[in-house]
């Protein structure tokens, strides 16, 4: 069943120490608003304990949240362990405090999408709409 025919699946993961969730409840409690089928895996994740959750529960998306300065290690961790997984599908998209630098070295390595602090949730909304509207989805099997 593609994403036409069904919720777009959407966890919202905070990886690392990062102890500041605020962001990461905003944004999941907006997709849910939005019609997205929204699993918030809480704070203190590891990369590994993400990708466990985005393969057990059958995710389209993973947007990751983060506040601590580690997205160069964990965003490109959990990336790996996607594709190691078979996941690579899975749209990857961030948010958090994250130098312009660092986003173009991120995007490069395969996030589709990072925002800023003070981006609408409607941005990552759209975005994610607009991703999935172009037959990614259904594209990638899901």
Avoid: C, N, W
Wanted: hydrophobic share 50%; glycine share 12%; aromatic share 4%.
């Amino acid at each position: 069943m593609d994403t036409a025919e069904r919720k777009i699946r959407i966890l919202v993961a905070k990886p690392g120490l990062d102890g500041h969730d605020r962001g990461a409840k905003v944004i999941a409690s907006a997709f849910r608003d939005a019609g997205f089928e929204v699993i918030y895996t809480g704070l203190h994740q590891t990369p590994e304990m993400i990708v466990a959750a985005a393969l057990q529960e059958d995710v389209d998306v993973v947007a990751l949240s983060i506040l601590s300065g580690a997205h160069m290690a964990l965003f490109p961790r959990v990336l790996e362990l996607l594709r190691a997984q078979g996941l690579g599908h899975v749209l990857v998209i961030g948010g958090g405090i994250i130098p312009e630098a660092d986003i173009a070295r991120l995007e490069d390595q395969g996030v589709a999408k990072l925002f800023g602090p003070g981006t609408p949730t409607t941005a990552a909304i759209a975005y994610v709409r607009e991703h999935f509207s172009q037959g990614a989805g259904a594209a990638a099997g899901h």
